[in-house]
């Protein structure tokens, strides 16, 4: 059996990878960071390195 430990965040135009230990949980969806798990609602991406998440 294998315990999967890391999932692509939530948000869909998203590419980010998250370890599930770290990730910002909503509505029990993993997400890489406040501003997916909020959809966004300050028009700003994740900020994460190549990332072009909702911008």
């Known amino acids: 059996m294998t315990t999967v430990t890391q999932m692509k965040c939530a948000c869909e135009s998203c590419l980010c990878i998250v370890s599930l230990s770290s990730a910002v949980m909503k509505e029990g969806k993993p997400y890489c960071g406040e501003a997916c798990a909020n959809g966004h ?4 991406g994740c900020g994460h390195t190549g990332c072009e998440c909702d911008k």
């Open 41 to 44: 609602a300050d028009g700003k």
